[in-house]
């Protein structure tokens, strides 16, 4: 198990854009920011050291849930498809929870408690965050509040249970709780929700509580740094097999893909190596591959600073597909970055090739995935086809950041022939709407 994190801002190609306040549109000043999160977060976001060190109480309790997780060889799919590329798959849904969130919701909430926060209060998508933040929440003390977004809320309703068994309470986004919700709500009485309003209404609840601190599951720095411990523990497995060639994650705000990538990427920022890297998202909230470099809100109220990041928009209306993880409208600065100079390669898919692929995974390995890892699986068949069609050997690394199985209603939903696929919606940000 790593006993560091690994921070990327010195190593990035360029220096990112500072966030700006919304009030002021000025670069936003620290304690402003110390209202919002943790002290120590607050650190970690601006840090300039390379590696952070994990406490040992954070060790202790990755321990618990899991870590180090396994790496396995997918043979039965190689055998399957036919094809001399070699796969393997970081199995992130060996966690507790089932999935890659614990890993930083572990070390938020020790930083909290240890500053005396009495609650923590989170937006989540499919759940996996919520889920993980409510469980580090009990293991530390801590009382945890959840927004959930609403078509999760209504096709996930066992994620739902599962929070509550370890303590939170969720309630579906929008809701009648936050002035925020009320708008959206009043828009649209059936509004399905997604990342962007649930992290306004967290915000706004906890600018209500002095003793509440907000908790984010992606995109910013110290949230990514958190997840390096699935690379750095792969580039180690990895030595007891090979060297990959190609190294792949989904993305929605970008943790899953920089968890894995990031140690990797650093090899390639100094020159030592020549990894492929490809980042999956949702046809449906092609942030990647349809938004523009621009500076926009994290959420949809206006309430988070403004950051340098490729978006949609934050009025970006996500449709209510099943990985719900993935339905954000922006993506994580520093993943931006490395787009913006070519080292990551974006591509898209529609949610019932998705799940195609997720059924040729699971019915090969046995592992039934998260719809948000069957984006990352479809894209290493296709690579492991390519390389079939040209009879070339390469090898595939892949992060598999949670299982499925408080998802099958999304399966249930392709089987029965349900599942519709989404066009992009009219992309605001396109049309200097930001």
Sequence with gaps: MPRV???ILPDLPEALAPPLDPETEEPIKPEK?????AGELVKQEMSKERYVEIPGEIRELYAKIGRPTPL???TNLEKKLGTPARIYFKYEGATTTGSHKINTALAQAYYAK?????RLVTETGAGQWGTALSLAGALLGLKVRVYMARASFQQKPYRRVLMNVYG????PSPSNRTEVGKRFLKEDPNHPGGLGIAISEAIEDVLRNESARYSLGSVLNHVLMHQTVIGLEAKEQMKEFEEPDVIIGCVGGGSNFAGLAYPFVKDVLDGKAEYEFIAVEPKAAPSMTSGIYTYDYGDSGKLTPKMKMHTLGHTY????IHAGGLRYHGLAPTLSVLLNHGIVKPVAYHQTEVFEAALTFARSEGIVPAPESAHAIKAAIDLALQAKEKGEERVILFNLSGHGLLDLKGYDDFLEGKLQDYEPEEIPALNGMI
Aim: no cysteine; glycine share 4%.
């Design 168 to 171: 939170a309470e969720v309630y």
């Design 317 to 320: 209306y996500v449709p209510p």
């Design 72 to 74: 396995f060889r997918a």
């Design 114 to 118: 240890k500053q005396g926060i009495e």
């Design 5 to 7: 994190w690994y921070n």
């Design 33 to 37: 920011l110390l209202r919002i999160f």
